[in-house]
Every structure is written in structure tokens, then in C-alpha cells.
């Protein structure tokens, strides 16, 4: 199985980026479908992005169109989430999560394996 480890987290202003990373060992990551999903206090987990097992990526545009865009790096064996024009209600933790699906789902129960999350801050 895969363990995933996310870093990149932080604390930035409004309007600036950060790009977080998901990081895969056990497997090579290119075998499973990865999503990143976010949760806030008080609220329930969302879906963000995600990138297919092929390599096709799907955003969620309601909240992050245009501002978020992950990707993935094979030898590294390590995916990505861009986060730029980052707004106050980006605040929350960020989850990486991956299942042996060869499509993504945005339904977080969809998935096997997950990190332990990272806290992305984004002051007004």
C-alpha cells in the first residue's frame, strides 16, 4: 500500500501562494488516482483537485477556478497542488488522498490511503 506525507503548508497573506506537496512511498504514486481535499473548522471536507491515474486532473471550479492547479511528478514520485490568489476562505487543512481507481471521485470515501494533512492559513 501507499503512505502519503503532505508539506507546504503555511501561513500567507491574501492574494499570495503556496504550492503544497504530496509525497508517496510504497508505491509509485502514477498507480493511483490522487485527490486533494480541504476542511475547515466547523465544515465538512471538499474537494479540490484531482489527478487521474492517466494524468488527467479535474478542479473543483465552484471554489478554486482558475487559482488552484495540481500536478504530478513521476520521478519524484510526488503530486502537487499550486494554490495561487489565495483568499481567507482557502483557510483550512489540506488532505492528499489517493485510491487504485483509474478515474477521480470528489466523494472523499472514495478513497484508501490519506496523509495526515496540512494547515494552510490565509490572513485577510
Known amino acids: 500500500q501507499v503512505q502519503l506525507v503532505e508539506s507546504g503548508g503555511g501561513l500567507v497573506p491574501a492574494g499570495g501562494s503556496l504550492r503544497l506537496s504530496c509525497a508517496a512511498s510504497?508505491?509509485?504514486?502514477?498507480?493511483?488516482?490522487v485527490g486533494w481535499f480541504r476542511q475547515a473548522p466547523g465544515k465538512e471536507r471538499e474537494f479540490v483537485a484531482g489527478?487521474?491515474?492517466?494524468?488527467?486532473?479535474?478542479h473543483n471550479e465552484d471554489s478554486v477556478k482558475g487559482r488552484f492547479t495540481i500536478s504530478r511528478d513521476n520521478a519524484k514520485n510526488t503530486v502537487y497542488l499550486q494554490m495561487n490568489s489565495l483568499k481567507p476562505e482557502d483557510t483550512a487543512v489540506y488532505y492528499c488522498?489517493?485510491?487504485?481507481?483509474?478515474?477521480?471521485?470528489?466523494?472523499?470515501?472514495?478513497?484508501?490511503?490519506w496523509g495526515q494533512g496540512t494547515q494552510v492559513t490565509v490572513s485577510s
Open positions: 489527478i487521474s491515474r492517466s494524468g488527467l486532473s479535474r
Open positions: 488522498a489517493a485510491r487504485s481507481s483509474v478515474v477521480v471521485t470528489t466523494v472523499d470515501v472514495g478513497y484508501d490511503y
Open positions: 510504497g508505491r509509485t504514486v502514477s498507480s493511483y488516482s
